[in-house]
């Protein structure tokens, strides 16, 4: 069957536009590590951005310095903007894992670990912080994300935050440990395409 110039050309273009829109929805859909998905957690919260956590004070050692340290030593990367004021949440313990629906705020008690964790390619940090009130232990988690276009920033609405499957572990030789692993869901109010989720994994530092 022979097929005309017109047809031909016809056809190409139409498989180029496929092409381009397929590629067009991969490049908004991820912003390095962090992976957009089509389901996640639905927790409406209406509270506004908590900005003030309780000090990072264990065994007499504050670990705000160190906190600030390495954010200043792993950068928001220039395609993503600037880092964004750190936000402050808890989760209830749940057996091994760091793991629940983020509440606004931190939770009071005695601090027995902290924990740092990043995503290598955006460089967001995550800081977990265990506490005991020697009834019940929560897990306060600061998150300090980079920008991603407006999708998150500090315009956006970023709330039904999660955290999933996470492991942390102590340091001999350091007041702070490691978040080993960690992902963390939450939607924002100007990326209506899914849930966005990033993964944490351990820091790399000399504190160390």
């Not at 928001?76 to 989760?91: E, I, K, P």
């Not at 315009?155 to 935050?161: E, W």
């Not at 999933?164 to 963390?184: D, I, K, L, T, W």
């Amino acid at each position: 069957m022979k097929i005309s110039k017109l047809s031909l050309i016809s056809l190409v273009t139409k498989k180029l536009a496929i092409f381009l829109f397929l590629g067009a929805l991969i490049a908004c859909g991820n912003k390095g590590n962090n992976e957009v998905v089509d389901s996640g957690p639905n927790v409406n919260s209406s509270q506004p951005p908590i900005t003030t956590g309780i000090p990072p004070i264990i065994n007499g050692n504050d670990t705000s310095a160190l906190w600030e340290q390495q954010k200043a030593q792993h950068p928001c990367r220039s395609q993503y903007g600037a880092r964004l004021a750190d936000r402050h949440f808890n989760v209830p313990s749940n057996g091994y894992y760091v793991q629940g629906s983020m509440a606004d705020g931190h939770a009071g008690g005695s601090i027995t670990g902290i924990y740092f964790g990043i995503n290598p390619t955006t460089k967001d940090m995550l800081r977990i912080i265990q506490v005991s009130d020697g009834a019940s232990t929560k897990f306060n988690v600061t998150t300090s994300f980079c920008g991603w276009n407006n999708f998150i920033s500090a315009s956006a609405n970023m709330t039904a935050h999660q955290i999933y499957q996470g492991v942390v572990s102590n340091s001999f030789n350091c007041p702070v440990g490691m978040v080993n692993r960690a992902e963390v869901y939450f939607n924002s109010s100007t990326y209506p395409y899914g849930t966005i989720r990033t993964i944490f994994q351990p820091i790399s530092t000399q504190c160390l």
